[in-house]
């Protein structure tokens, strides 16, 4: 089972809509189920996927293979791509992550239009959670 927070969703779904008809490629990160609110029903250790690098629209190695090289690969253990044109499916030039997460048209949440994936294409089991990391700060 993969686990993505509702807020990531809401979030990856609105890139899509705003690039589209052009593709957009990014990773994203997970936060144990224990550090986050409302992840009560989960084990502690479960990873859940809860934020996102924002993609750099100029970076011409992006465009091209969808990849965030200034992003180090520890950092995100998953991969979202939209699929403006295309079927709710990983393509080869998708298939950088251990999980990799599709989006298309029209950019909703719902079981044909988002979808979680490995990194050979075969569809996960996908919940979306209503779970988020506590408040943070920054050190003044």
């Known amino acids: 089972m993969v686990y993505i927070t509702r807020a990531l969703v ?3 779904l609105d890139l899509a809509s705003d690039a589209d008809p052009d593709r957009v490629a990014t990773g994203v990160s997970i936060t ?3 550090e986050l609110e409302g992840a009560s029903g989960l ?3 479960t990873p859940v996927f809860t934020d996102f690098f924002l993609p750099d629209p100029g970076n011409a190695v992006n465009a091209v293979f969808g990849v965030d090289l200034s992003t180090p690969a520890r950092q995100a253990q998953g991969h979202f791509v939209s699929h403006p044109v295309r079927e709710l499916e990983v393509t080869k030039r998708d298939d950088l992550a251990e999980v990799i997460f599709v989006a298309v048209p029209p950019w ?3 079981d044909r239009t988002f979808a979680a ?3 050979r294409g075969e569809r996960r089991p996908l919940e979306v959670i209503d779970a988020r990391p506590p408040d943070q700060s920054l050190p003044s």
């Open 10 to 12: 809401d979030v990856l």
């Open 32 to 34: 144990p189920a224990g």
């Open 43 to 45: 084990a502690p250790e």
């Open 108 to 110: 909703e949440l719902d």
């Open 117 to 119: 994936f490995d990194r």
